[in-house]
């Protein structure tokens, strides 16, 4: 387990490493500089622009300095919001978009998993079609559809909650339904599957036959076998929900990292797109790394070597 | 005469047809009823688009300034948007780059992680270790954020008219398309990577079949080997997984129309019709509903179709 863990831990090196090179190529290929604007500066400002930002280094040496950086936590200063560095701009936005996915993926887990569950037990009853019904809707709905109806109905007509912006608990959540719904569908429809998989396996019926109660049958014995290809798809979702809030935030104006990566990779704004970029993809990472562990949790028989 | 007549009976019975795959999937997807509904709007949705020049009753780029903001009428059936232009004719327009996004997305995603696919699990060894290594560190690259970043990368590089050069030659394409040949690329480079993981495995599983030995056995060469042999036996999953990747591609259309990267003003997209929607929909709520509900419905559509197809081709999965 340990040994497992460190080995994640050291592929983290060649991902940061790809995924940094393909980022840092990418937006310098991209024509136009951070300091253009309407009105054309004098070419000697933009030169000591250029010197101030290290913008005028071979491109190799602003590579090797900003990893530097980013290996001692310490990610420059963003050229478009002049007074502010980019670890400012993290500390101050990433826990928005970070409880906001946090709650999304509660959604997802926590409503998606119990629908499955239901409908499997319940399989071809009503309340299956039903939360099969709901799921499918789910999956169609995108979430740039979802989020204005969600604010119509909920926020413009009945005046539940707040049309958008951020700051309490209660501005949460129609932002975070949004976000999760799609989610959700997939976990319930993927529960539902494999738990009419495992509920016809041979060590469901030995349980039975002895007499367990059918509550401790399906939730102990079925539900955590079921769980297993479940927690597969957790990772890529949990990635899928923290860049989907780029949407979202959008449109219920939320202070969060997506709404600055668009924006960032507008102004050229560098060392903010690198930033996110990185963030983003240690996010995904290391999620993924919890997936792996809590397969073995869920099934021992699953060794890490 | 007992005997004669029973044979005569049995010659009469037609001979059972020989069962491939296919027939069996074909045959479970059209007894599959939410799969013909799917399948029947996505054809509907093919026909608008096709004829969309016949269909929409106005110009996508039609309008007039004393029609901006305009309640739905008789002669407007869902209002006019904020220049003015009939939002029903711009929806049917908008059909046509929601299925261009789907279709070429799921055929160049569908080409690329084939053959990649293919490659590395049929060479295996070291190439196959490279090459699945790769795939591994990419699917830790945030999709949607590599995508706004290339998508801005080809807008901006490619936004030259220069006639004659390749980069000319590229951006002129892509206007004659209203911005969605860029897409394309976007939604090919970035997801096929799946798919690639998944041939990739069924290639290695299929290589050690018995039949695979009698094909190197009788000396078959190996791009016989691949095309014959392993090509086929790999397809029905194949299809099943891009049948299912479908609404991601029409997702990624409408992600990037939404934020601005996508199609080309004015070259309607429902993507972009929600962004100029969602806007003033306190006031004019018609113009973020039918986009909305057309994109949902889509997606809906193709989501039922691709659920089909994949309990078609494997039927021992109970759902």
């Known amino acids: 387990m340990f040994e497992f863990i460190v080995r994640r831990i050291l592929w983290l090196i060649p991902v940061i490493f790809v995924v940094s090179v393909i980022t840092f190529v990418l937006m310098h290929a991209v024509p136009g500089g951070p300091f253009d604007a309407e009105k054309a500066l004098p070419q000697a400002i933009i030169d000591n622009l250029n010197a101030k930002y290290h913008l005028d280094d071979p491109l190799w040496k602003q590579y090797v300095d900003y990893m530097y950086g980013f290996i001692r936590f310490d990610l420059g200063p963003s050229i478009s919001y002049r007074s502010r560095t980019v670890n400012d701009i993290l500390a101050q936005q990433w826990p928005v978009t970070a409880m906001l996915g946090l709650a999304s993926f509660a959604i997802a887990l926590f409503g998606g998993i119990p629908l499955g569950l239901i409908s499997a037990i319940k399989q071809n009853s009503l309340a299956d079609y039903a939360s099969m019904g709901i799921s499918m809707l789910g999956l169609s709905i995108p979430n740039m559809a979802l989020g204005p ?33 799609a989610y959700m569908a997939s976990f319930a429809r993927l529960t539902r599957a494999s738990m009419l998989q495992v509920i016809r396996e041979d060590y469901i019926q030995t349980a039975r036959a002895k007499g367990v109660k059918h509550t401790t049958v399906m939730l102990k014995h079925a539900l955590r076998n079921a769980l297993i290809p479940v927690s597969t798809i957790a990772g890529p979702s949990f990635a899928g929900i923290m860049t989907g809030s780029m949407i979202v935030e959008r449109i219920f104006a939320i202070p969060g990292i997506g709404k600055y990566y668009v924006t960032s990779v507008g102004n050229r704004d560098y060392p903010v797109i690198m930033a996110t970029t990185l963030v983003f993809a240690l996010a995904v990472v290391f999620m993924n790394m919890l997936v792996d562990i809590s397969y073995g949790i869920l099934d021992p028989r699953i060794r890490y070597n | 005469m007992g005997m004669e007549r029973r044979v005569r009976r049995a010659e009469k019975q037609k001979a059972p047809k020989p069962r491939s795959l296919w027939r069996d999937a074909m045959r479970r997807l059209i007894r599959n009823k939410a799969a013909i509904v799917g399948g029947f709007i996505v054809f509907s949705l093919v026909i608008v688009a096709i004829g969309a020049n016949w269909i929409a009753p106005y110009g996508y780029t039609e309008g007039h300034i004393r029609d901006n903001y305009l309640a739905p009428n008789s002669s407007h059936l869902m209002g006019c948007d904020f220049m003015g232009r009939d939002v029903l004719s711009r929806l049917i327009y ?61 807008k901006s590089t490619f936004s030259v008219i220069e006639p004659g050069t390749f980069r000319g030659f590229l951006s002129g394409l892509d206007r004659s398309m209203g911005g969605m040949l860029f897409i394309f690329i976007g939604i090919g480079i970035t997801s096929w990577l799946g798919m690639a993981r998944l041939i990739r495995g069924m290639t290695l599983s299929v290589r050690e079949k018995e039949y695979m030995e009698a094909a190197r056995a009788i000396g078959a060469s190996r791009t016989r080997q691949v095309f014959r042999h392993v090509f086929p036996n790999i397809l029905g999953p194949a299809i099943v997984s891009q049948a299912l990747q479908i609404p991601g591609f029409i997702l990624y259309e409408a992600f990037l129309s939404f934020i601005g990267l996508g199609v080309n003003p004015p070259t309607p997209s429902w993507g972009a019709m929600l962004n100029e929607g969602y806007i003033g929909m306190r006031s004019h709520f018609n113009l973020v509903l039918w986009p909305a509900v057309a994109i949902s419905i889509t997606l809906f559509a193709f989501n039922f179709l691709g659920d089909g197809v994949r309990d078609a081709f494997d039927p021992r999965q109970t759902r």
């Open chain 1, 149 to 181: 109806l969600l604010i119509w109905i909920f926020a413009l007509r009945l005046k539940w909650f707040p049309v958008a912006t951020w700051g309490s608990p209660i501005h949460v959540v129609l932002p975070a339904i949004t976000l999760g719904t």
């Open chain 2, 94 to 154: 908008g059909a046509r780059v929601s299925l261009a996004a789907a279709f070429v997305g799921a055929l160049t995603s569908f080409l690329i992680g084939v053959i990649y696919g293919l490659v590395s699990g049929f060479l295996g060894g070291k190439v196959d270790n490279a090459m699945m290594r790769f795939v591994d560190i990419m699917f830790a690259f945030p999709t949607l954020l590599l995508i706004i970043l290339l998508m801005v990368y080809f």
